[in-house]
Nanobody, 117 residues
Framework: QVQLVESGGGLVQAGGSLRLSCAAS????????MGWYRQAPGKQRELVAS???????NYADSVKGRVTISRGIARNIVYLQMNSLNPEDTAVYYC???????????WGQGTPVTVSS
C-alpha cells in the first residue's frame, strides 16, 4: 500500500533541465525499489531509471549521462534530474515503487514533460 505523487514536469526548451520529484506515502518501509518510467504518444511505457533500497541504480541507455535518479534526505522522496533534454524526451513521466515480498508495483498519476525544439 504505497501512494505516489509526482511533480516537476513542464515545458522546457531543448538543452534545458528539469527535476522531477516523487513523494511516497503509506507503507514506505516495504519499498524495495523505486523508478521513473515514461510513456510517449504512440509508445509503450518504458523504464527511464530506477534505484534500489541499497542505492544501486540503473538507467536506460537513451538517458545515460543526462539523467540522475536519487533519494532525498527524506527517503520517501525520489528525484529524477534530467539535463540536456531533447524533444525525444517528451512524455508523461510516472513514478513507480515496488514493495513487499512480491514486489507489487504502485504508480503515480504521471507528470507531463514537453521538450520543444
Amino acid at each position: 500500500q504505497v501512494q505516489l505523487v509526482e511533480s516537476g514536469g513542464g515545458l522546457v526548451q531543448a538543452g534545458g533541465s528539469l527535476r522531477l520529484s516523487c513523494a511516497a506515502s503509506g507503507s514506505i518501509f516495504s519499498i524495495s525499489a523505486m523508478g521513473w518510467y515514461r510513456q510517449a504518444p504512440g509508445k509503450q511505457r518504458e523504464l527511464v531509471a530506477s534505484i534500489a533500497s541499497d542505492g544501486s541504480t540503473n538507467y536506460a541507455d537513451s538517458v545515460k549521462g543526462r539523467v540522475t535518479i536519487s533519494r532525498g534526505i527524506a527517503r520517501n522522496i525520489v528525484y529524477l534530474q534530467m539535463n540536456s533534454l531533447n524533444p525525444e524526451d517528451t512524455a508523461v513521466y510516472y513514478c513507480n515503487a515496488a514493495s513487499g515480498i512480491l514486489g507489487l508495483h504502485s504508480w503515480g498519476q504521471g507528470t507531463p514533460v514537453t521538450v520543444s525544439s
